[in-house]
């Protein structure tokens, strides 16, 4: 039938949404955990619950391991394969005719995000002043912020060569080893390099002198996500040296 003239067809009613409901993601949208913010906060939580673990884990570790255990082995390999990474990505760090421009690549954004990595433990340990675990009873909430009884910089920190006491928050070798792997594990999708830094992590808190649990947690987001963010804010850049048949230069890209 022919509808009168002032006869208009009911709209499609827009219901407000509930309230307390979060909406559905968007197409393309990233969830919130995979945000800078959304990593940096689960990074921070779970420093502060492992903070209340940190005496148990330490005490346990100190009654149960001999000391000639702690004072070589867990350090040891804790340099061997942080060492062993970072002399990696140096041999790597190069394009040539013969080698893989995909490596370079990764080479150039893991030796790039080590060096920022590296600049942010050292400020951070100085800040925070976290006395190192000395024994079964020590006290993991002793903080002296800016205090002269720890350097701000020391070789030490890569090689075992005792140049200096640092701060023990955040761990070094966990913040290290996680920022040279990451590149690698992201550019060539093999999540299982990650057990390399995950190793060097849990030997830095079996061993003498070494960290607390949370140290440890902390120093493997610091060195993940700076990591992540190099790789994702310099994706095309390279730089490094270019091997020719007649000599060799070095290039740059960003």
Do not use: C
């Not at 080590?114 to 433990?121: D, F, G, L, P």
């Amino acid at each position: 039938p022919v509808m009168p003239a002032w006869w208009n067809a009911p709209s499609q009613l827009h219901q407000p949404p509930a309230q307390g409901l979060v909406p559905p993601l968007a197409p393309g949208s990233t969830p919130w955990y995979d945000t800078l913010w959304g990593v940096a906060g689960i990074g921070v939580a779970a420093t502060g619950a492992t903070m209340f673990l940190d005496h148990g884990i330490n005490h346990y570790v100190e009654t149960h391991l001999s000391y000639s255990f702690r004072n070589h082995v867990p350090l040891n390999i804790a340099d061997v394969l942080t060492d062993g990474s970072l002399i990696f990505a140096g041999t790597t760090w190069f394009q040539s005719p013969w080698a893989s421009a995909k490596l370079a690549h990764a080479s150039s954004v893991a030796l790039t995000a080590t060096a920022i990595t590296t600049a942010e433990v050292f400020l951070v340990k100085y800040a925070v002043g976290r006395a190192r675990p000395g024994g079964p009873n020590s006290s993991s909430t002793h903080y002296t912020p800016f205090s002269s009884q720890y350097r701000v910089m020391t070789t030490s920190f890569l090689f075992n060569n005792n140049g200096g006491p640092t701060a023990s928050f955040p761990s070094g070798h966990t913040a290290v080893a996680f920022s040279i792997i990451t590149p690698y594990a992201q550019i060539y999708h093999q999540p299982w390099l990650y057990t390399i830094p995950f190793a060097v992590g849990i030997s830095r808190i079996l061993a003498q002198d070494g960290h607390w649990a949370s140290d440890v947690v902390a120093g493997g987001f610091v060195g993940w996500l700076t990591a992540d963010l190099t790789n994702r804010y310099f994706a095309k850049s390279d730089y490094g040296f270019m091997i020719f048949g007649d000599g060799v230069g070095f290039y740059g890209k960003f």
